[in-house]
């Protein structure tokens, strides 16, 4: 390599105790609509920006009808039993689907 070269070469320096692993934080969001999804969004955002420099943040989206079907619902269950954090975002007053108490039923019985 010629001298031209080698002076060209940029030298990073890694020091181990500078470097500090972020620690996971998972969290599912499941929701009725696009309105809710919009809401849910929106506290998305927030928690990423209050958490980032600390946190791996990763989301899982679920929306209620996808979450009627089994083989669907079973990953959510997945998702929802691994999870942080969950969030349930709904219209005021709205009741949750059938599918989605199952959802629910199932998951929360995996966390016990």
């Known amino acids: 390599m010629s001298k031209r070269m080698s002076e060209s070469v940029i030298k990073v320096s890694f ?4 470097w500090q692993p972020k620690y996971p934080f998972d969290v599912v969001m ?12 929106h506290l998305h955002d ?11 943040f990763q989301c899982a989206w679920w929306n209620f009808q996808h979450i009627a079907d089994p083989t669907l ?6 998702d929802a039993t691994a999870a942080n954090m969950i969030v349930l975002s ?9 599918a989605a108490q199952m959802w629910m039923e199932d998951w929360s019985h995996r966390r016990d």
């Open 15 to 18: 020091q181990p105790d500078q």
């Open 30 to 41: 499941a929701y009725e609509d696009a309105a809710t999804r919009h809401r849910a969004m």
């Open 46 to 56: 927030h928690l990423e920006r209050q958490l980032h420099d600390d946190f791996d």
């Open 73 to 78: 619902r079973e990953q959510a269950v997945d």
């Open 90 to 98: 709904l219209h005021a007053g709205s009741e949750l689907p059938p």
